[in-house]
């Protein structure tokens, strides 16, 4: 009985993995993993460093370059254009606001049966398909005095004296470059929240509607929580493309009257006054700008739907802390050194 209690009490012996590696499966992994990182380090990372490497020299693009230290990133603090550029971006950051509000409001309604909203997807999805450039020269037209623009809204009983100059006037200019913007991008981001909604269980639908919740109430506490990954997303999208926006202020006012951004500006520095240093230094300020308003962004929308958890996420949690628990255990009863395989454990309880 003493023997008996004393096998029952003595620790389960720590199997052996005799299973051999698969070699052919890891070259196999190896091989396909090497290309595309080959890649990303070849054509991304190495010259992210070298552009980091040329923000420390005064350089151009041909002649030797002069190792200068952190001046160029304290021209981009003490320089009366530079940082000016660059609040520019708050007029595209609202209007990524209005155009992912509406994005949103259109697919909550292009997500359902609605007459025609083949047609409709494809009309808004369109300009997105257009060639920024394309684009830059369409909105020049539309602006330029007395032409499209102007046209409808004489047609509207407005007369032209009293209409601004919308590329001219600086009160006024960059809210028209920023409606071009949104004109082009507002469909691609309807679709991104279109995919997000469809696949959404329709019963959650039918068990609202039994429960006598109306359609705010499903978009609030059903449509909104389950695309919560995709609107993180666009509002990324947004906010980055936001403060890197190049071709429209670009082609239709070159920068003019106020209307350069940052990227137009780091464009003229680099290649008209061939300031290779500066405008490097300028890259990685920018890179840190938009990895602070990252950063901010999910902090946000981590507390916005902080009290969307359905309890799935709090059960995974629960279970991870019990599994850990055990195998904490575990580790704690189980030998240092096994000397038997279990197999050979079997046996000798068998013969015994």
């Not at 359609?215 to 449509?223: G, N």
Request: charged share 15%.
């Amino acid at each position: 009985m003493t023997s008996a209690s004393m096998q029952t009490a003595a620790p389960e012996a720590v199997p052996v993995n005799s299973r051999p590696v698969n070699w052919r499966k890891v070259g196999i992994i190896v091989a396909f993993c090497a290309i595309p990182l080959t890649l990303l380090v070849v054509f991304t990372y190495l010259p992210f460093g070298q552009m980091v490497g040329f923000s420390f020299y005064r350089m151009k693009y041909i002649g030797v370059p002069k190792w200068v230290g952190l001046q160029n990133y304290a021209q981009i603090f003490t320089r009366p254009d530079i940082l000016p550029s660059l609040k520019l971006s708050l007029y595209y950051m609202a209007g990524s606001v209005i155009h992912i509000c509406l994005a949103l409001y259109l697919a909550t309604i292009l997500s359902f049966r609605v007459v025609g909203g083949n047609l409709f997807k494809g009309l808004f999805f369109f300009p997105y398909l257009i060639n920024g450039i394309a684009v830059g020269f369409i909105f020049k037209f539309f602006y330029t005095r007395g032409f499209i623009f102007d046209s409808v809204l004489q047609w509207c009983g407005f007369s032209l004296n009293s209409l601004p100059y919308w590329l001219k006037d600086q009160s006024i200019n960059n809210w028209s470059l920023v409606g071009a913007s949104v004109w082009r991008y507002m469909g691609q981001t309807m679709i991104l929240f279109i995919g997000a909604i469809m696949s959404i269980d329709r019963s959650l639908y039918e068990a609202a509607e039994i429960d006598g919740a109306n359609k705010f109430h499903e978009f609030r506490y059903i449509i909104l929580p389950s695309i919560k990954t995709i609107l993180v997303l666009n509002v990324i999208l947004s906010v980055t493309g936001a403060l890197s926006v190049f071709e429209i202020p670009f082609v239709i006012t070159t920068g003019a009257n106020g209307t350069g951004s940052y990227f137009v500006l780091m464009d003229r520095i680099a290649h008209t006054n061939q300031k290779v240093g500066l405008a490097s230094a300028m890259a990685v300020v920018l890179l840190v700008v938009i990895l602070v308003f990252a950063l901010l962004q999910q902090i946000f929308f981590k507390f916005a739907f902080r009290n969307q958890d359905d309890g799935t996420k709090a059960a995974r949690r629960r279970e991870r802390r019990i599994r850990k628990g055990r195998n904490r255990v575990g580790v704690k009863a189980a030998p240092l050194v096994s000397l038997k395989r279990p197999g050979a454990a079997a046996r000798t309880e068998g013969a015994d």
